[in-house]
């Protein structure tokens, strides 16, 4: 019993420190975190798309659904650097939770199909989706303490619900479906990136127009 009280005080001891340490942290040290890790991730996905389209089918190309078929189509974000510069810090952290919470199930999807991908590059694919995973989790695991710190309108998410598991049965559609799904997220991460670099850049620069 003595043991066992021991392990739990060293647990409670253990979180308390680490939710007193990120209490501790700046909002401009968070934001520059989280940049560097949307950074990582936009930059991740950008080189798995180059990899995937060294063997892409050239039908592919043509029968490819439209970006505005992508789930996350349906959340309405700035479409450039003007309109996003008019968005509130705390809409534009909510924008960037709600894309990121987003692509939990999609990621997976293409875990899973990266497994069976017929690539010549699978094995790469398949390791560098896993890495797109870590990366989206740290970064939430960041956004979700900044949230916190921002309030409650930071705290908004907006769902968008993903629910085609099935990337296709014979070998074009299964690379179609996963470029397509990619580059949705790539999109996406992007966004994401931008985002977050406008918050730094506020939270370090008094003049928005610069940023």
């Given at each position: ?73 349906a959340l309405q ?68 303490v900044l949230s ?47 985002f977050l670099k ?14």
């Amino acid at each position: 019993m003595t043991h066992r009280r021991t392990r739990l005080f060293m647990m409670a001891a253990v979180v308390s420190y680490v939710m007193t340490s990120c209490g501790a942290v700046p909002i401009n040290d968070l934001l520059d975190r989280a940049s560097q890790r949307s950074d990582k991730l936009h930059s991740l996905s950008t080189t798995l798309s180059q990899e995937l389209d060294s063997h892409f089918p050239p039908i592919g190309r043509v029968i490819t659904p439209r970006p505005s078929m992508c789930h996350t189509s349906a959340l309405q974000t700035p479409n450039d650097k003007t309109q996003v510069l008019q968005v509130s810090e705390s809409d534009l952290l909510s924008l960037a939770r709600s894309l990121l919470q987003a692509w939990d199930d999609p990621l997976s999807v293409l875990s899973s199909s990266a497994f069976n991908l017929p690539h010549p590059a699978q094995s790469s694919i398949f390791n560098k989706v896993r890495e797109l995973q870590e990366h989206s989790k740290n970064l939430w695991d960041g956004l979700d303490v900044l949230s916190g710190k921002m309030g409650a309108e930071a705290q908004a998410l907006s769902f968008l619900p993903y629910s085609d598991n099935d990337l296709g049965q014979d070998r074009i559609s299964k690379l179609i479906n996963f470029h397509f799904l990619l580059s949705c997220f790539r999109r996406d991460s992007h966004k994401i990136d931008s985002f977050l670099k406008v918050l730094r850049c506020r939270a370090t620069n008094e003049q928005p127009e610069t940023c």
